[in-house]
């Protein structure tokens, strides 16, 4: 061969050894710039050296996070779906070559998907806490409950301690709309200030009798809780709602001894000569006691009362036929009642 052909050879082969090297920076440039931005491009082709045939250098399907490579060339594929997001970033890790390889360390970001589910976990637990806030609303502490019938039953039974008490009611609204039921139901209200102070000494018949039985039915109770109050066990017993309750038998009834009793009311319509010239008949009457509270404040022990107050409003509805005419009204009593001074 002539060493003029052999300058044309040479000048042939560097041509192409250069176009080899800039074509495959181009592919490696691309695909950093494709999978930077999370796109997704068609497949990069280029024509090898000396031949007709074209080589995909790099496929980005939908997803990021992992690159597989094959050889100089890399493909970026979709995670399986039951495999975490977070492992296939790791597998990227693996076999990376070459600046395309490095790509592969996108997969790492895999990883915010595990964040994700913390932070979802992390939701859920908000959820767990908004379920105990509903269930303190409304349980039944049964050990707090027991605490505070021990106490009350070793005075029924023992006569363990004496102690003070007084009852009050406050009429906070009345519409009856006529004096004389009106007059009824102020006959059955006593002030705080008038009200008598009963002592009940230690061993005595009183102290065991004007302690109610305070045993109602579990179904008849909204909720009971117990807290730590300045060196003190505080037990909050809140009843159900409950309709002209009986006296003795019903829940509220259970656990106080100064109710009024819708009994009462139409015993007095029925007996007093003076509402008889008014008023024919009692058509409908409702005493609704509506949360019913009992706030016991004991020993750290649980084992003797301190204090104890009764707080409920009671919702009054009444209708009747009078010798002339008839009367519709409503109000709301207020019944208090107050146990102290104990002495074991």
Request: proline share 2%; with cysteine.
């Amino acid at each position: 061969m002539k060493s003029s052909d052999l300058k044309v050879v040479a000048i042939i082969l560097s041509i192409a050894l250069f176009f080899t090297i800039i074509t495959s920076n181009a592919v490696s440039i691309a695909s950093v710039v494709i999978l930077a931005k999370g796109g997704t491009g068609a497949p990069v082709q280029t024509v090898a050296p000396g031949t007709d045939v074209q080589q995909q250098q790099g496929t980005t399907n939908n997803g990021s996070g992992y690159v597989d490579n094959s050889g100089n060339q890399g493909s970026t594929v979709t995670p399986d779906a039951t495999t975490p997001s977070g492992d296939a970033g790791n597998t990227g890790n693996t076999g990376n070559t070459g600046n395309t390889g490095n790509t592969g360390n996108t997969g790492n970001t895999g990883n915010t998907g595990n964040t994700g589910n913390a932070g979802g976990n992390t939701g859920n637990t908000g959820n767990a806490g908004g379920n105990q806030g509903g269930a303190q609303a409304g349980a039944i502490d049964q050990a707090a409950l027991k605490i505070f019938q021990d106490a009350v039953n070793d005075i029924k039974n023992n006569a363990s301690a004496g102690y003070k008490n007084k009852a009050w009611q406050v009429i906070k609204e009345i519409n009856i709309g006529n004096s004389i039921l009106e007059n009824i139901i102020k006959g059955f209200v006593t002030s705080e200030e008038k009200a008598e102070t009963k002592d009940n000494p230690k061993g005595s018949e009183d102290c065991q009798n004007r302690m109610p039985v305070s045993n109602p039915q579990l179904s008849e109770i909204e909720s009971v809780k117990q807290e730590k109050k300045d060196g003190n066990l505080v037990i909050t017993i809140v009843m159900k709602d409950k309709v002209n309750p009986e006296e003795g038998k019903d829940g509220v009834a259970l656990m106080s001894r100064d109710l009024l009793y819708l009994t009462a009311v139409t015993n007095e319509i029925e007996n007093n000569k003076a509402i008889q010239a008014v008023v024919r008949e009692l058509e409908t009457a409702e005493l609704n006691y509506q949360k019913f509270t009992v706030v016991a404040t004991m020993t750290a022990d649980g084992k003797q009362f301190k204090e104890i107050t009764h707080y409920c409003e009671a919702a009054l509805t009444a209708k009747a036929k009078l010798i002339v005419g008839s009367l519709e009204g409503s109000g709301v009593l207020v019944f208090n009642a107050r146990y102290w001074d104990f002495v074991y």
